[in-house]
């Protein structure tokens, strides 16, 4: 038995790096899985048809994050599309470093908008499918620099410290109606992006951390795919550290 059999997903920002890999482990975990990109159409393509290989329903669509009212048509699309809804995964976000001296109020806004907004936007949206349905799990992507702070990421890391106490919020308010809701904090997670970095300064990164490696997407997929099963009904409201003990 597979561990989503039945259920819906949402995941946004899949085109790549780790909510690519929550897409393809829900889809091959036998849940239906829709997905959002905003500029990477055509991995966006290539991606439905991908995850429609393991049999399940799959669809994807172009939406921006930061928007109030494509939250609520996304929904309503996602709804229609396939039927119900689940398990709701906010992963898209972005990141615009810089010291604090040098960020203007555009950076500023920019992030909170994507990274945090859209978790109030696609929460709200969601919530009248889950109220009927009465259970539905919402899973936020923060990360551990929402916890700690990091110099030269205010924007980002005040995005994510916001995405946890809403998180947190959303558990104590809707509990009683059998909806989880809950966050991944993610470490150091070797994507593309970081393919890129100089190998020295990335080992050094590995050499900090006390499980000595860097993530993969599949280890913060992993653990989206607990809390979105019925393996983790008795949790809610918590923030699950995934950084090989990089915070501790
Ligand atoms: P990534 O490779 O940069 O991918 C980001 C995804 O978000 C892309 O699919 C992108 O789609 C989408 N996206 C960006 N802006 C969007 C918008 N306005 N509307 C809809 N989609 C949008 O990021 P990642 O490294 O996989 O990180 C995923 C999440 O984990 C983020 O929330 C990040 O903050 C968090 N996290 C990552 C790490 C890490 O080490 N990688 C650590 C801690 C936390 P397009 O390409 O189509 O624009």
Known sequence: MKLLSGKTALVTGASRGIGYAIAQKFAEQGANVAFTYLSS?????????????YGIKAKGYRSDASDFSAAEQLINSVVA?????????????I?????????????WDKVIDVNLKSVYNTVKAALRTFLK????SIINLTSVV???????????????AGIIG?????ALELGSRNIRSNAIAPGFIETEMTDKLDEKT?????????????????????????????????????VLQVDGGMLT
């Open 41 to 53: 159409v055509e991995k966006g393509e290539t991606l439905e048809k991908e995850l429609g290989e």
């Open 81 to 93: 599309d396939l039927g119900s809804l689940d398990i709701l995964i906010n992963n898209a976000g």
């Open 166 to 170: 809403f998180t947190k919020s959303v």
């Open 133 to 136: 349905q009465k259970s539905g």
């Open 202 to 238: 990335v080992q050094s990164w590995r050499d900090a951390i006390p499980l000595k490696r860097g993530g993969s997407p599949d280890d913060v997929a992993d653990c989206a795919l607990f809390l979105a099963s019925d393996m983790s009904t008795y949790i809610t409201g918590q």
């Open 95 to 107: 990141t615009q470093d810089t010291l604090l001296m040098r960020m203007n109020e555009e950076m």
């Open 146 to 160: 929402g916890i700690k702070g990091n110099a030269g990421q205010a924007n980002y890391a005040a995005s994510k």
